[in-house]
């Protein structure tokens, strides 16, 4: 009779890693990045080279010194690199980005204990950092167009005007598609964002419930009070498909449970109403992930399916 083996769980595996995962984010994210160096010039490269150079060299560094393994390889800390570089105004100084890169490393992600220990996504909490610390630069668009570098023409982001519920005067929706308004580096092409997403899909690197029940609370809102067109147009303003495809899908910072899903995309999607209509800010998308990002232990709590065979209470 063959020696009868046992092992400990788990006894199912995966062929996808950490590196695997990260690397299609970063893929799915390249043609935003294109379209945000082809309209807004080479400082928009330069900024996202120096967002992602600086998370690298704070991960590696802040793992050596608190004598923890390294974790560079994983690709995490250049997601989030390039995930902050494309919620950051063009124009933006690059030292700036460089400050916002090692604050969602060191403070938001190492100091809780690295990849999975974090209860925040840290591309989120540090361009609200930024955000808070460096208002005028952090608001400050660049008209976008085909230049070589930085041409210092700024304007006001499309949010302004929707927030006084007209679509006077904005671009048409085609050029929103296209990238042909105001806004961060990362959020004003559509398409580049929407293609990104739909790699992820493919790749079945994230599920689409999230997205759908985010962007889809937010148009249903907006349809309320403005009709489509305006409903569209808060759609494909500001950082919405960015956040609802790329931050608020972070697997460390959202539920696992598919109805854990549903409540978190809903709840992002009522908070970036509640903030774009009342708020006296134009955009809510990144305090909306974060807030329900601290609400993910509790909704998962209240979203896990009960064991075969157990009875209310946990009882078998």
């Known amino acids: 009779m063959a020696d009868m083996i046992v092992s400990v769980s788990p006894h199912l595996h995966s062929k996808d890693t950490t590196r695997r995962i990260m690397l299609d984010v970063v893929i799915a994210l390249l043609p935003a990045l294109v379209m945000a160096v082809v309209r807004f010039g080479l400082h928009a490269l330069a900024l996202a080279l120096v967002c992602v150079g600086s998370a690298v060299a704070a991960e590696a560094l802040s793992r050596k010194i608190m004598k923890r393994e390294q974790t ?7 997601v989030t690199g390039l995930l902050l570089a494309l919620n950051l105004p063009a124009t933006l100084p690059l030292w700036m980005g460089a400050l916002g890169s090692v604050i969602a490393i060191v403070v938001v992600k190492q100091c809780f204990g690295g990849l999975g220990q974090n209860f925040v996504n840290p591309a989120i909490a540090a361009r609200i950092v930024l955000l808070l610390c460096f208002a005028g630069a952090m608001t400050s668009w660049q008209q976008p167009g085909f230049v070589l570098w930085n041409d210092g023409v700024t304007g006001a ?10 679509t006077e005067g904005l671009p048409a929706l085609t050029d929103f598609l296209f990238g042909l308004r105001a806004g ?31 962007i ?18 808060e759609v494909l303003s500001g950082g919405l498909l960015l956040g609802a495809i790329f931050m608020a ?26 903030i774009r209509l009342w708020g006296s800010l134009p955009e809510g998308v990144s305090y909306a ?3 329900m990002n601290i609400f993910v232990p509790h909704i998962e709590k209240l979203t ?6 157990a009875r209310k209470g946990g009882k078998a």
């Open 249 to 274: 899908t972070d697997y460390v910072t959202s539920p696992i449970t598919p109805w854990g899903k549903v409540i978190f995309g809903v709840g992002c999607g009522l908070i970036t109403l509640a």
């Open 289 to 291: 992930i974060l807030l």
């Open 72 to 78: 560079v390889g994983d690709l995490s800390a250049v």
């Open 157 to 166: 982001s499309p949010l302004a005007a929707l927030k006084e519920g007209t």
């Open 304 to 309: 896990l399916p009960r064991p075969f065979g």
């Open 216 to 233: 889809g609370t937010v148009f249903a809102g907006m349809l309320l009070r403005g009709g489509v067109t305006f409903a569209l147009y």
């Open 184 to 214: 961060s580096m990362g959020e004003v092409c559509a398409l580049a964002l929407i293609a990104g997403g739909v790699y992820l899909l493919v790749r079945r690197v994230i599920s689409p419930i999230i997205p759908l029940c985010f």
